[in-house]
């Protein structure tokens, strides 16, 4: 159990259609990072959310936007999906964002 | 541009045999390190970290790493690997204290056979 739970663990999408995978921290970390894996590479850094605002930003278009909630989860969104969305998301949580636990991830398949 | 670099995309090698995994980075000043895991259909875990201190890092399931400062590596070692050790290793770098995102590798699959 990796103490970070990501929803759903699986999608299929459309392209130009809109996306929401969610993640919930570990218990007692206050700060959540997403990250793409894309299949045969490392995962790229897309935001980091820390007191509800956007501490620090990857090179990801504004397509991709996050938010985070008092309790700490978290939502990734990704509109006008392209072909090259498909990956594996990643969610990491951490306590003041060093020492990250990630999640099993969400996979994305748009089509 | 900052830049994480694995040595082997994909090492095979045999129960009992000594594995090292390579890591060369590119950032000049002060580096958090780290070696993760990935096992068959399982989350990213985290093996060892390297902060500050004596640069050999002993982490978990007997795997160690040696920062060496001089040479921006930070390679990954374990004596005598088992079966179990098959999965895909990434080496990850956090730079400075302003820097909160993990620059990834692209990731060395290791297959060990019984």
């Known amino acids: 159990d990796a103490g970070v739970t990501q929803s759903p663990t699986h999608l299929i999408k459309t392209r130009g259609q809109q996306v929401t995978l969610r993640c919930s921290p570990k218990?007692?970390?206050?700060?959540v990072s997403w990250y793409q894996q894309a299949l045969g590479q490392g995962p790229q850094f897309i935001f980091q959310y820390y007191e509800e605002e956007e501490r620090q930003r990857g090179n990801f278009p504004d397509r991709f936007s996050g938010h985070q909630f008092p309790n700490y989860s978290s939502e990734l969104n990704v509109n006008a999906l392209l072909l090259g969305d498909s990956a594996l998301y990643l969610c990491?949580?951490?306590?003041?964002?060093?020492?990250?636990?990630f999640g099993s991830g969400t996979r994305l398949t748009v089509v | 541009a900052q830049s994480v670099s694995q040595h082997n995309h994909h090492v095979i090698l045999s129960e009992a045999a000594s594995l090292e995994l390579g890591c060369n980075y590119s950032y000049g000043g002060t580096v958090n390190l780290f070696w993760y895991v990935q096992y068959p259909g399982q989350h990213l875990q985290l093996l060892l970290k390297y902060f500050s201190g004596d640069p050999l890092v002993k982490g978990i399931k007997g795997f160690e790493a040696e920062f060496i400062k001089s040479k921006f590596s930070f390679n990954l070692r374990k004596p005598s690997v088992q079966w179990s050790d098959t999965a895909e290793y990434f080496c990850a770098v956090n730079v400075g204290s302003n820097d909160y995102k993990l620059s990834f590798g692209a990731g060395t699959t290791v297959t060990v056979r019984a």
């Open positions: 218990s007692g970390h206050d700060t």
């Open positions: 990491a949580s951490s306590p003041s964002g060093r020492g990250y636990t």
